[in-house]
């Protein structure tokens, strides 16, 4: 029976996984969701015998049943191959009786690329099953990590070109540079002179600008979004949950059936959600612990129940998750809203025009497997030290936050559970935050100038992803003005 798609916000248009891929949003401005999350259909014992790629199989054909056999076993080859420096991907490694899932061994070295290396193979396929001729163009604003995973998966993928901005003055060195070495004959980089709103409210214009797609209809090309609300992103991200699992049960450190903690690093609310959907398909998990930096809008939620968004923005040194506006958490706020579309639109419109909204105390209580931690700057760096003290393992700054709210939650609750830290991103990305935290003598040297004491300091190879660009050819110096990306744009599909 093959799963349909509906909009959070409007019960009526139901898609396909394929076209729903295509479509990242729903015309209606909603998520797409599965009408009914599935339930896994062999037994996790027998998964804890199969490889990832097979896992991966057995997770995504349950989400994406309009894709053949053939067609999803196909993406899968082409996405987790070795372009991850192991062979299994994703390790779980244990460190003072804690597992972390270490999501950062892919092209770019943070969790991005667990979907991101798939996405450009499933938009391919849903291209081809809907009969579309165009070239798909993605389009994407980054502030960093989505932008290189982005340009890494879709490098070289025919049918496909890929542009991404960049605020030009609000990228770490070492995100500026994996970004403008990037090959790939169809892949665009280019810097603006504005911050990471203006980039994307430049893309967000050109999304909407209908005589913009018209003029690219008659070229034979159309856009398609890269980010995290793409339900192609979401789908290979639940993979590593039943994955984790799976590998815990096959190394006896639980029994079949025992529930385990998760604890992931939050952002958008994307990864966290998959471990939801992991949970709903049928994976014993006691509690998912959602862990945020100085911007705790989500701790607030899941202590008040009001999602308030009107404060300062605070940068801090896990950039990934400094973000007030959580895109997927509509997706929960659906599911406990009782899948009911106008109450998910009410309090979408309120998130718009009041930047807050609040849930009823009985959608509280169904998400009531959702804890809600946070650490502040200090707490995070004295986490990585004494990781770094106790066992030798280096974090980076994202991985850090979780671990340092596992660590106050283990205190607090004596939950004895055993537990899974989801590892988004090598430190070696964030070296001058990571070095420093070690060791205060390392304080504003940049990161480049940092790779080899961290890799001596850590006992770790450094990653290709780090050694290729510290030599690599700048291919991209383009730099525009706000105003100008749509002509950008222009000039680069010939328009
Ligand atoms: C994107 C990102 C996150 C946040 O993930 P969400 O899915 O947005 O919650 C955390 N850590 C790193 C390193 C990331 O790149």
């Not at 390790?91 to 070295?109: R, S």
């Not at 959608?363 to 990585?384: L, P, Q, R, S, Y």
């Not at 004596?414 to 830290?421: A, P, Q, W």
């Amino acid at each position: 029976m093959e799963l349909m798609y509906q909009s959070t916000r409007s019960g009526q248009v139901k898609v396909t996984a394929s076209q729903a891929i295509l479509k990242g949003l729903a015309d209606d401005g909603g998520l797409f969701v599965p009408e009914s999350i599935p339930q896994l259909d062999v037994s996790l014992e027998a998964i804890s015998k199969m490889s990832y790629k097979e896992t991966a199989y057995e997770v995504m054909k349950l989400f994406l049943t309009d894709f053949t056999e053939a067609e999803l076993k196909n993406c899968i080859e082409k996405a987790y191959d070795k372009k991850f420096d192991t062979g299994e991907i994703v390790p779980l490694t244990e460190k003072e009786g804690v597992y972390y899932l270490e999501l950062f061994h892919g092209a770019t070295i943070a969790f991005k690329d667990m979907a991101l290396s798939i996405l450009p193979h499933l938009l391919t396929t849903s291209a081809k099953k809907n009969n579309i001729k165009n070239e798909i163009v993605i389009l994407t604003a980054t502030s960093g990590d989505t932008g290189k995973a982005a340009l890494a998966g879709f490098a070289d993928v025919d049918g496909t070109r890929i542009i991404v901005f960049y605020p030009k003055n609000g990228v770490s060195k070492i995100q500026e540079k994996q970004m403008v070495t990037q090959k790939g004959s169809n892949t665009s980089v280019i810097g603006i002179t504005g911050n990471f709103d203006d980039a994307q409210s430049g893309v967000k214009a050109m999304f909407n600008n209908k005589k913009l797609a018209e003029v690219m209809n008659s070229h034979g090309y159309q856009f398609s979004s890269a980010n995290s609300i793409n339900i192609g992103r979401l789908v290979p991200q639940v993979v590593y949950y039943v994955y984790a699992y799976s590998r815990l049960l096959a190394d006896g450190v639980i029994k079949d059936g025992e529930k385990i903690n998760f604890v992931v690093p939050t952002g958008n609310f994307g990864n966290i959600l998959a471990a939801y959907y992991a949970k709903n398909m049928g994976v014993p998990v006691n509690k998912l612990i959602c862990a945020s930096n100085e911007n705790k809008v989500l701790f607030d939620f899941f202590e008040t129940g009001i999602y308030d968004k009107n404060r300062d923005f605070i940068l801090t040194s896990s950039p990934s998750m400094d973000i007030l506006i959580s895109s997927n958490l509509e997706r929960l706020i659906y599911k406990i809203a009782g899948e009911d579309a106008d109450a998910t639109s009410q309090m979408m419109n309120l998130l718009t025009s009041q930047g807050k909204y609040e849930i009823t105390p009985d959608m509280k209580e169904k998400m009531n497997c959702f804890i809600g931690g946070w650490a502040d700057e200090e707490k995070t760096a004295v986490e990585i030290k004494t990781v770094y003290n106790n066992t030798g393992y280096v974090l980076d700054t994202h991985t850090a936050v979780a671990s340092a709210v596992y660590r106050d939650y283990r205190q607090k609750t004596n939950d004895l559970s055993v537990t899974v830290i989801a590892s988004t991103a090598s430190p070696y990305k964030f070296g001058t935050s990571v070095m420093s935290a070690i060791d205060e003598k390392y304080k504003g040297i940049d990161d480049f100038a940092l790779i080899d004491e961290l890799s001596k300091l850590s006992h770790t190879n450094i990653p290709k992803a780090i050694s290729e660009i510290r030599k690599a050819d700048i291919l991209h110096n383009t730099v525009c003005d706000t105003k100008d990306m749509q002509k950008e744009v222009e000039k680069i599909l010939k328009l």
